[in-house]
């Protein structure tokens, strides 16, 4: 399976961003779809995730001002973020959770390549 994320880059604060992120490969079913980040010397974070049947759930960080989707028929997930602020800035991370085929058991994770997003002041 591989994921490819896109549509981070550099905006001021208070702007928007779109970042999309389609799954392809042996894929039955997508269980969750998630959106992590990662700032210069911080841990990983989670920043949303979504399941199939569209639970949603937003960091507090982020709750007001992102908002995440998916398409199940397409295997993509967007993160739309709106009013974003210099604390946002970090490389965002795709991350998906896969049944391979039908009846299976075993559920496997997958990680995008990451894609910058910078906010400057």
């Known amino acids: 399976v591989q994921l490819q994320a896109s549509g981070g880059g550099l905006v001021q604060s208070g702007g928007s961003l779109r970042l999309s992120c389609v799954a392809s490969g042996t894929i039955f079913s997508i269980r969750t779809m998630a959106w992590y980040r990662q700032a210069p010397g911080k841990q990983r974070e989670l920043v949303a995730d979504?399941?199939?049947?569209?639970?949603?759930n937003h960091a507090d960080s982020v709750k007001g001002r992102f908002t995440i989707s998916r398409d199940n028929a397409k295997n993509t997930v967007d993160l739309q973020m709106n009013s974003l602020k210099p604390e946002d800035t970090a490389v965002y991370y795709c991350?998906?959770?896969?049944?391979?085929?039908?009846?299976?058991?075993?559920?496997?994770?997958?990680w995008g390549q990451g894609t910058l997003v910078t906010v400057s002041s």
């Open positions: 991350y998906v959770e896969v049944w391979k085929v039908a009846r299976s058991t075993i559920l496997l994770d997958y």
């Open positions: 979504i399941t199939s049947d569209g639970s949603a």
